[in-house]
């Protein structure tokens, strides 16, 4: 038995007519009746019983019809399960991201992505860039969003997001009444800084804003998360240089200040492996607005 077969017989089922059912089915009526013959012989019963003025359901007919709907509605299903799948319309998504990501666009990505594309089931994992690119490495995310350009071969990237860093200082800070902060304003003072371990890339782009103002800092906290620094410097507890994105973690007690003269940038980028089927992560990228 043949989903062919099913195809022709569920059409003369309905049209009880052997010219309208070969019509409808794009082909012509001598076809349609060897079908309809290889499945009766399949089957081992009469489906139709036929004469010179109708065509009618046997009880074996009957009994079929039901269940030949619902194969052929169960194929198209899965064919069409198929070509979402392979259009990158459906499937899963295992999506890896730094904290900092959460002000940088991934929310509004993922809600616009997941309404244009409700099949898709996306999971969520918070791990730090290093993390992230053994996990893209070992086949367990499929796309990373991550701080750094650095990535072992296997691995491609997109740039989605360039912006300044600025200045985070306590609300009563002596510094926080300026419209803006030079790097060297910051020399005596004790700095929240991102761990080495955590984010390389970060830590020492911070340095070198410092190193390129002609101080080294006096790093007092070093912690794994941003919320963390900004957190720190909202209790009083020193400043910190951060992405202007961590502007909108509206943590109470902590300012956000231009650097004055700053040309040094944060990055974020999307990372994924070169030879993975990239449809849906191409399409979740897409959802960002350009940088």
């Known amino acids: 038995m043949e989903l062919r077969h099913l ?17 409808r089915l794009s082909i012509s009526q001598p076809p349609l009746s060897v079908a309809i ?9 009469r489906l139709f019983e036929r004469n010179n003025k109708e065509v009618r359901l046997t009880a074996a007919g009957r009994a079929l019809r039901a269940s030949a709907r619902k194969i052929l509605a169960q194929a198209e299903e899965a064919a069409l399960g198929a070509r979402d799948a392979a259009a990158g319309l459906a499937g899963r998504l295992r999506i890896g991201f730094v904290g900092a990501m959460l002000y940088r666009g991934l929310p509004q990505a993922l809600r ?3 309404a244009r594309y409700p099949g898709v089931r996306i999971t969520l994992t918070e791990l730090n860039s290093g993390e992230q690119i053994t996990e893209l490495m070992q086949d367990r995310l499929d796309v990373g969003f991550v701080h750094t350009s650095r990535l072992p071969d296997g691995l491609e990237s997109r740039l989605l997001l360039s912006e300044p860093f600025v200045c985070c200082l306590p609300e009563k800070h002596r510094l926080a009444g300026r419209r803006s902060v030079k790097p060297a304003d910051l020399a005596s003072e004790p700095l929240v800084l991102f761990a080495h371990s955590v984010s390389p890339d970060y830590h020492d782009r911070v340095l070198s804003i410092c190193a390129e103002a002609g101080f080294r800092p006096d790093v007092r906290h070093e912690v794994r998360h941003w919320l963390a620094v900004v957190s720190l410097v909202s209790q009083g507890l020193g400043v910190a240089l951060v992405p202007k994105a961590l502007e909108r973690s509206a943590l109470g007690g902590a300012v956000f200040r231009p650097l004055a003269g700053g040309s040094a940038r944060s990055e974020s980028y999307g990372v994924s492996r070169r030879d993975a089927d990239k449809a849906m992560v191409e399409r979740l990228l897409d959802a960002f607005p350009a940088c």
């Open 112 to 114: 616009s992505f997941q």
């Open 7 to 23: 195809r022709y017989f569920s059409a003369l089922a309905e049209e009880l007519h052997f010219g309208r059912a070969a019509a």
């Open 37 to 45: 013959k290889q499945l009766e012989d399949s089957v081992g019963a």
